[in-house]
Structures are given as structure tokens and as C-alpha cells.
């Protein structure tokens, strides 16, 4: 389960899935494409930047945790 959550919480599906909720989109509202594409550009943008700011938070978060536990060479 948790291979799973990993997949479906990465930037590259997430940015797959806006664009393909906005071509489903496109086909049943064809009127209205520009502003959809928009939005959904907007979306993955915004997805994009979000998790990757998370990314980067998680990623040094680990780091200072590792500088923070004692090493086990001590006596």
C-alpha cells in the first residue's frame, strides 16, 4: 500500500492528471478550451510547486535529523 501512495503522490503523475481531467474537459465542453487549458496549466503549476517546496522541506528535515543523532562510536 504504501508503494502505491508513494506513486500516486509524485509530481509527475499528479502534473499527468491535470492534464488529462482538462482533455476530458476539452472534449465534453469545447466551447470553453482556452479557459480550461489555462486552468489546468494553472493546476499543475501550482501542484509542481507544491510539492516540490514539500520535497525540499522533507529533504532537509532528514538531513537535520540525521545531524542530530548521536553517533554510536562514543564510550
Known amino acids: 500500500m504504501r508503494n502505491f ?3 500516486i503522490s509524485s509530481r509527475k503523475f499528479l502534473t499527468a492528471l491535470a492534464v488529462q481531467v482538462a482533455s476530458v474537459a476539452v472534449i465534453f465542453y ?4 482556452s479557459s480550461i487549458e489555462t486552468a489546468a ?11 516540490a517546496a514539500l ?9 537535520d535529523a540525521a545531524a542530530a543523532e548521536p553517533s554510536g562510536d562514543q564510550d
Open 5 to 7: 501512495l508513494h506513486r
Open 30 to 33: 469545447p466551447q470553453h478550451e
Open 41 to 51: 496549466l494553472r493546476l499543475a503549476a501550482l501542484a509542481t510547486l507544491l510539492l
Open 55 to 63: 520535497g525540499y522541506g522533507k529533504i532537509e528535515a532528514g538531513l
